[in-house]
């Protein structure tokens, strides 16, 4: 086996598609809204609110964590022209709707516990959108920097062709651990992520955000299949330790083994049907394979971080997190990655089912009702502001 062929691809820019030309819009297809999954404090959130004043687009700002309502709410009001929907996540929401075999103790357990409320937002913001009738919303984290409105527009026109399109962070890498271990030694490319990700809500094969690591990754898995998402260009990310937490690679690892060996099926199958693309990656033999292949890179890795000792920053903690690294792949089975890529795809034919039987054009109290969503503001320029409480108190719900 040739060195190549032993190490996982560093860069998948072959699934993608080139958004660099103009596309704006169609004036009758602007874009609805821009949710964001905050959990960092109101201050983080200045570029995206003022972003979305220059654009005269609304929020959705998915609340949890250090993100408090109140002070949100605070920064709306001070922000000329902004408009939101502000809304309290719960400690372990999930919508009221069944929940996916992908959630199941074993995966969660292969994900070394993980504890992320991040897939749960995004999945709230797709329903949101889906029972208010909108068409496209962008999706943009709370750590994302230098998000410019001709970057929204040319990718809210994309959305008028493609089902999703998407940015890159390059600066700060949004990498895996493994892959951040790996740009230390070798070139590591950047894929398009979640991050600052347009969807067409009206789409019938519309997908869900899975709670596992790479869930960004599965939500678009079938456009990468079809090379079909266009990537309009790069953003920042706030600088974070990725090797802080020995565990965090821990937590990664069952998330980024399948991410990768599922998208690793996809290049290995170019022009194929996304159904037919899947059936590699649902036999053991495949994640067998995948499993050595995803060894190798990890002590790989480990071998040339160990050689270039004397320049690589952090050393000891880049060594512990591929040691981590390693021993948790050790311990998934082929077995165990073949049933989660039959749950995912349960669960997406049950979510697909349940979208097509939602209402639509609901009022925003409606909406956010049937969500069971009750600590929420609605505030900002030429608005009054208004909650749920407010209602209530008025009796309008």
Request: proline letters at 5%.
């Amino acid at each position: 086996m040739s060195r190549r062929s032993r190490q996982i691809q560093s860069s998948h820019a072959g699934l993608l598609c080139d958004g660099s030309a103009p596309a704006a819009p169609a004036a009758s297809s602007k874009l609805d809204a821009i949710v964001v999954p905050a959990a960092r404090r109101a201050t983080e959130l200045r570029s995206v609110i003022e972003l979305a004043a220059d654009l005269r687009v609304p929020l959705v700002i998915l609340c949890s964590r250090e993100a408090l309502l109140d002070k949100v709410v605070e920064r709306v009001n001070g922000t000329l022209y902004a408009q939101a929907l502000v809304i309290q996540v719960p400690e372990d929401y999930r919508p009221p709707c069944p929940t996916p075999k992908t959630s199941a103790r074993k995966f969660q357990e292969a994900s070394a516990g993980r504890s992320s409320d991040l897939s749960a937002k995004r999945n709230l913001g797709l329903l949101y959108g889906r029972l208010r009738g909108w068409n496209k919303i962008l999706f943009v984290d709370d750590d994302i920097r230098g998000l410019k409105s001709t970057d929204v527009d040319r990718l809210t026109g994309y959305l008028d062709r493609h089902p999703v399109a998407s940015m890159a962070s390059r600066k700060f890498p949004d990498n895996s651990v493994v892959c951040h271990a790996r740009g230390k030694v070798a070139p590591q490319d950047v894929f398009v992520s979640g991050a600052v990700l347009g969807v067409d809500l009206q789409r019938p094969e519309l997908s869900f955000f899975a709670d596992i690591y790479n869930e960004d990754w599965f939500f678009f898995a079938r456009y990468a299949a079809r090379r079909a998402i266009p990537k309009i260009g790069e953003v920042r990310q706030l600088e974070y330790e990725p090797f802080a937490d020995p565990q965090r690679a821990a937590r990664e690892e069952f998330g980024d083994l399948l991410a990768e060996g599922l998208y690793a099926a996809f290049e290995s199958q170019p022009g194929m049907p996304f159904e037919e693309q899947l059936r590699l990656a649902m036999q053991p033999t495949y994640w067998h394979r995948f499993k050595g292949i995803r060894l190798a890179t990890i002590e790989d890795t480990l071998a040339a971080v160990r050689n270039a000792e004397a320049s690589i920053d952090q050393f000891p903690r880049v060594v512990r997190s591929l040691e981590t690294a390693r021993r948790w792949t050790n311990r998934i089975s082929a077995n165990l990655c073949v049933e989660f890529i039959k749950s995912w795809q349960e669960d997406e034919e049950l979510w697909q089912k349940m979208l097509a039987n939602l209402p639509s054009g609901q009022r925003k109290e409606d909406a956010l009702s049937q969500l069971r969503l009750t600590n929420w503001v609605s505030c900002g320029y030429g608005l009054r502001t208004e909650s749920q409480a407010d209602l209530a108190a008025a009796g309008a719900v």
